[in-house]
């Protein structure tokens, strides 16, 4: 009876000890994740240990026992088969299909990405934000004594613009004890664009984070759901009507047991009520920004620029072998957030031979021949242009500037506040123009493209039609330093513009006077190209 009761025992100290293991280690039970192997591995000796202590083997006896060299040869087949797994997995016996894992299509640069308006530009990277989030976190005396800033900060588009957003988390684990009745009360929200920053207070607190422990800890509540689903890296996004959402990606295995990783699955789970939606990827709502990351877009493409002769060739030869630069960013493009980084050789010398965007939705990929310089070589010229000042120059962000693919740099200074902004060419790196505002940075690389011949004055072939009649309204203004007078003539809608440099004589003209004007016709107002009394 002792006996029986003395295995019981253990039986049951053997279970919950499994049982926590699983709870803190959260494996998934999947034959595709190397923690299950390890868990299964680990399993397997714990029962040779207990197949020992139960027939009290001597040390003599241990290579004698079938029972023992049974279980072990079980220990050692599990070894074999996760080894075999992992080789059979790899680029090394599969470069072509780890280089056909992603899809690469030829874009059109002006095409593709539209000139965006200057309100439109994210300005901040995600340093920058970072700031902004702890100072906005900072002035909120309420819950600053309780909550931090998640150093998430996801890059989305939300109703049209590009932001960046990020859970609060509780303080400590006291703070958690003290709180979790009523959730996380509030998440912040950063324009990338105006650097307007808010703290977005919920209605109902968030009650399943990353900062939550217990069952309410947002992969132990996921795992418990999808006890078979292997998750690559979560983000927190917010819906068109801000409710915080966890996307959660699950992997997909193209290539034997653990190899081949793209995304099949996405799980959304509601970060107030704990409710859950899974997603075929294909199927997955458009709102949603990021189910590829980064990285594992980067991951993909590289294996697609290096494998193309296979895995030999990318170690040795490197015969067309291509490979993403250091570094990457986001444009926002049609509702999507689509990766940017440069492409250049595999033997690391200082020009790109084009760029490729990466749709973190749906993985699309585009590459764009575009030869020039990598984007270590562009930020090293924006910082020389400002080499006095001692700024630092941010990762590049790829954008349309008149036609030309231009790199668009933030500079900031050693307490990591932007103050200000670079445009580089991405042909010729030799131009660069730097301005204390995104306009005035604009306009002075706009003025250097003219002087160097890449972009041309516009023939002007508009008519030159003439106006007659008397003076009915007339208004003075200033564009650009210079002065210019408005005109309205009796019978004509229109609005004549004087410049006073051109035409100094406008100056004797006043309401009443009867003029003939020649001019050529404008959008919004027309351009005086002379003027006379009648």
């Known amino acids: 009876m002792k006996k029986i009761k003395r295995n019981l025992i253990i039986a049951a100290v053997v279970i919950i000890l499994l049982g926590l293991y699983y709870y803190i280690a959260l494996p998934a039970v999947n034959i595709h994740s190397t923690e299950f192997w390890i868990f299964l591995g680990v399993l397997v000796l714990l029962a040779a240990a207990l197949f020992v202590k139960k027939k009290k083997l001597s040390r003599y006896e241990l290579k004698e026992s079938k029972g023992l060299k049974v279980i072990m040869g079980i220990f050692a087949a599990v070894v074999i088969v996760y080894l075999a797994g992992a080789l059979l997995s790899s680029p090394i016996v599969n470069a072509k299909k780890y280089q056909q894992l992603m899809t690469v299509e030829t874009g059109e640069f002006t095409t593709d990405i539209e000139e965006l308006s200057f309100d439109q530009i994210p300005l901040l990277d995600r340093e920058s934000a970072t700031l902004l989030g702890n100072r906005e976190m900072g002035s909120m005396v309420d819950m600053v004594s309780q909550f931090e800033v998640d150093d998430l900060y996801s890059q989305i588009n939300y109703q049209d613009r590009p932001v960046r957003v990020s859970p609060l988390k509780y303080a400590s684990i006291i703070k958690w004890l003290t709180n979790s009745g009523e959730g996380i009360p509030a998440y912040i929200k950063i324009d990338m664009a105006t650097q307007d920053t808010e703290l977005v207070k919920l209605d109902e607190g968030m009650k399943y984070t990353a900062s939550d422990h217990f069952n309410r800890n947002i992969y132990r509540h996921l795992r418990f759901r999808y006890p078979t689903y292997i998750f690559n890296d979560l983000s927190f996004e917010v819906d068109e009507e801000g409710t915080p959402y966890w996307i959660c990606p699950v992997k997909k295995f193209n290539i034997g047991l653990f190899g081949g990783v793209t995304i099949g699955r996405v799980v959304l789970c509601n970060a107030i009520t704990g409710e859950t939606t899974d997603y075929a990827i294909e199927d997955a709502p458009q709102w949603i920004d990021r189910a590829y990351s980064a990285d594992l877009l980067v991951e993909l493409y590289d294996y697609h620029g290096t494998l193309q002769h296979g895995f030999l060739n990318s170690v040795f030869g490197q015969k067309d072998c291509l490979v993403t630069t250091d570094g990457y960013n986001y444009l926002a493009i049609d509702d999507d957030v689509w990766v940017y980084t440069g492409v250049t050789s595999i033997t690391g010398d200082q020009s790109n031979v084009g760029f490729v965007l990466m749709n973190q939705r749906t ?154 004007i020649e001019y050529k016709e404008g959008e919004e107002t027309n351009t005086v190209l002379s003027m006379n009394r009648v």
């Open 363 to 516: 993985m699309e990929t585009r590459f764009y021949e575009v030869e020039g310089a990598t984007e270590q070589s562009a930020m090293d010229s924006a910082e020389g242009q400002v080499q006095n000042l001692h700024y630092t120059a941010t990762f590049p962000l790829l954008l349309n500037i008149s036609g030309e693919p231009t790199y668009f740099i933030a500079l900031k200074d050693d307490a990591g506040l932007v103050k200000m902004y670079a445009m580089v060419n991405v042909q010729k790196y030799q131009i660069v123009a730097t301005g204390d505002t995104v306009s005035a940075c604009e306009e002075q690389y706009t003025t250097l493209m003219y002087e160097n011949g890449i972009k041309e004055v516009e023939e002007d072939t508009r008519e030159i039609l003439t106006a007659e009649g008397k003076i009915t309204k007339i208004a003075q203004g200033v564009v650009d330093g210079n002065s210019h007078y408005y005109i309205m003539l009796d019978g004509s809608d229109g609005i004549f513009d004087v410049s006073v440099v051109d035409y100094i004589d406008v100056i004797r003209y006043d309401v009443g006077d009867a003029v003939t």
